[in-house]
Structures are given as structure tokens and as C-alpha cells.
């Protein structure tokens, strides 16, 4: 079964800073999905950046992108020029290959605030 | 497009009772994933129905069943309620089929109380 860990629960950064949040995994797949989601307080779940396992490229969205680290299992996300709107739960999460791609496994999540 | 509806938002029961939560996936989306989410568990995976069948499952007890519709609408039943059920319920909506068309867009979730 897969594994994935956010080791940071709370964070916070000044506007306009930039902040990495972590995220590590566990899988003995070699072809898998990892999504980063944003949860804004009372507000639904929407995918910010996705990465494929079998891409060695870093994905990039506009401000955010990833550092894969397939060889440790690592997935950080970096958000550049933070946003009072990026105040956040951010969760990593594991999509497996095939049909299992829509069984998704998140980590506990990082609370992101980001203070003016 | 209109993006992925959950009815009731808000509900609440005593525990020994059954409930039932619908989803309407974006239209086109054939894949439906329901997630539990509780303070102390996180997001955990229930199942996922892809053209009105299960594909995936978690684990979860019995207690917790779904079915989808020919038009890709979803609901999840859960017999029995006990106090743990507390939680926000979440749904996803996918195109399903290949990988490429995994992302999963979720809805605004059901907050059920049981007391």
C-alpha cells in the first residue's frame, strides 16, 4: 500500500516570499501520478500541479512547481510570490497506474497562511 | 460547464440511522470517487464507480456502499450510523478511462453530523 507523508502540519509566509511545502512517499510502483491539492478554508479542492512519474521534467503551473525527486520519493511544491489567496490546506496525493490512478491516497496536509 | 454538485450540503442524523449522499460528476465524466475526510484520519478513499461499475475500493466497512447511474450520477449509502461517521464527504468527478484523464475535479462535499 502506498504512503504519503506531509511532515510539516503549519506554515506560514509573508506576501510575496516564496515557501516549499514537503511531501514524501512510498510506493514499490514505478509508473504513478502525484497531485498537489489546495483546500482554501470552506472551500472546495482544486488541483494545483501534477507530476508524472515517468516525466524527469519538474511540472510548472504559473507560480507553483514541484521538485520530484523519484530516487528518494520526494514532491515538494514551491509557490513563488505568495498570495494572500494561496492561504490554504495543501495535500499531496499518490495516483497509481492504470484504473487505480483514481484511487487516491493524500497525505495529513500542510496549513499554508500566508500574512500580509 | 457546471462543476461537480453534492446534495445535501449539510446533514444530520442520530447514530443507528442511514443516509444517502448523491453527486452529479461533470457532464461527460464517467468516473465518480467518494473520499471521507475527518480532522484525525485526513482525506481516506471510499470508492470509485466508473460507468456504473466499482473499480476501486477502500477500506471501509460494509457499512458504506455506492452505486452510479447510466447518466454517471452517484450515491453513496451509509447504513447504520455510528459516531465516527462524522465527517465531510467528498466527491470527485474524472473523464476515467486512461491515466491522461485522471485529474479528478471535486465538488463542495457533504458535511454529515451524527449525534
Known amino acids: 500500500a502506498q504512503t504519503v507523508t506531509q511532515s510539516q502540519p503549519e506554515m506560514s509566509v509573508q506576501e510575496a516570499e516564496t515557501v516549499t511545502l514537503s511531501c514524501t512517499y512510498d510506493?514499490?510502483?514505478?509508473?504513478?501520478?502525484l497531485f498537489w491539492y489546495k483546500q482554501p478554508p470552506s472551500r472546495q479542492m482544486i488541483l494545483v500541479i501534477r507530476q508524472e512519474a515517468y516525466k524527469q521534467q519538474n511540472a510548472t503551473e504559473n507560480r507553483f512547481s514541484v521538485n520530484f525527486q523519484k530516487a528518494a520519493k520526494s514532491f515538494s511544491l514551491k509557490i513563488s510570490d505568495s498570495q494572500l489567496g494561496d492561504t490554504a490546506m495543501y495535500f499531496c496525493a499518490f495516483g497509481g497506474s492504470g484504473g487505480s490512478n483514481y484511487k487516491l491516497t493524500f497525505g495529513k496536509g500542510t496549513l499554508l497562511t500566508v500574512n500580509p | 460547464k457546471a462543476g461537480v454538485t453534492q446534495t445535501p450540503r449539510y446533514l444530520i442524523k442520530t447514530r443507528g440511522q442511514q443516509v444517502t449522499l448523491s453527486c452529479s460528476p461533470i457532464?461527460?465524466?464517467?468516473?465518480v470517487s467518494w473520499y471521507q475526510q475527518t480532522p484525525g484520519q485526513g482525506l481516506q478513499f471510499l470508492f470509485e464507480?466508473?460507468?456504473?461499475?466499482?473499480?476501486n475500493k477502500g477500506n471501509f466497512p460494509g457499512r458504506f456502499s455506492g452505486r452510479q447511474f447510466s447518466n454517471s450520477r452517484s450515491e453513496m449509502n451509509v447504513s447504520t450510523l455510528e459516531l465516527g461517521d462524522s465527517a465531510l464527504y467528498l466527491c470527485a468527478s474524472s473523464q476515467g478511462g486512461g491515466t491522461r484523464r485522471s485529474e479528478q475535479f471535486f465538488g463542495p462535499g457533504t458535511r454529515l453530523t451524527v449525534l
Open positions: 510506493t514499490s510502483e514505478n509508473n504513478y501520478y
Open positions: 464507480y466508473f460507468s456504473e461499475t466499482q473499480r
Open positions: 457532464s461527460g465524466h464517467r468516473s
